[in-house]
Nanobody, 122 residues
Framework: QVQLVESGGGLVQAGGSLTLTCATSGINFLGSAMAWYRQAPGKERELVARISSAYISSNPMTTYADSVKGRFTISRDNAKDTVSLQMNSLKPEDTGTYYC???????????WGEGTLVTVSS
């Protein structure tokens, strides 16, 4: 049974930091690309950050939405089957539900968590 469980969301003031963690089970974690998406109220879900699988390279490749470049960092712990998103200098526009996802390096994500809510107050 595949499970992706996000944690670490909450309420933070603008300029603050949060770290989201996604614990996975039931997937081939080493062979999975991992990503964080977010969905703000009234908006479509968007990609925040993505990290390649361990099969692609020992130094995983990362991509970020332009809006979070330089502020957010995605990382994976292949020993613990977890992926994290370090979020710094948070802005009110970062508010939304953040979803962890897993899938192939070369196709759409197959598995999703339930999401964790991040609220950034001004």
């Amino acid at each position: 049974q595949v499970q992706l469980v996000e944690s670490g969301g909450g309420l933070v003031q603008a300029g603050g930091s949060l770290t989201l963690t996604c614990a996975t089970s039931g997937i081939n974690f080493l062979g999975s690309a991992m990503a964080w998406y977010r969905q703000a109220p009234g908006k479509e879900r968007e990609l925040v950050a993505r990290i390649s699988s361990a099969y692609i390279s020992s130094n995983p490749m990362t991509t970020y939405a332009d809006s979070v470049k330089g502020r957010f960092t995605i990382s994976r712990d292949n020993a613990k089957d977890t992926v994290s998103l370090q979020m710094n200098s948070l802005k009110p526009e970062d508010t939304g539900t953040y979803y962890c996802s897993a899938g192939s390096d070369f196709s759409a994500m197959n598995y999703w968590g339930e999401g964790t809510l991040v609220t950034v107050s001004s």
